[in-house]
């Protein structure tokens, strides 16, 4: 099956998500935030404006340090899982 996408495109999209107005500034803020805590890649997902990001943490210690940072930055709801 498909792996994840290579961090480097999930910059340059939620860039692009911002360029259309998709984005909002607490999704920027959570994608920020997941990336000062070393997730290689982070980007708003879904139509925008609902509140989802995602990132890419290889490894459950930086997981566990990104989730921590997503909530300190307000993030309602945490969620982690594994991609085998």
Known sequence: GA???PPSLLAPNHKLCQTLTVSC???DT???AAKAAGAPGAKMSGT??????LALTPGKELQD????????????HVWKT???
């Open 3 to 5: 792996g994840p996408p």
């Open 25 to 27: 500034k607490e999704l």
């Open 30 to 32: 959570l994608v920020d």
């Open 48 to 53: 925008g404006r609902g509140g989802l990001m």
């Open 65 to 76: 340090k990104v989730a921590e940072a997503l909530k300190a930055a307000g993030a309602a």
């Open 82 to 84: 594994r991609i085998a």
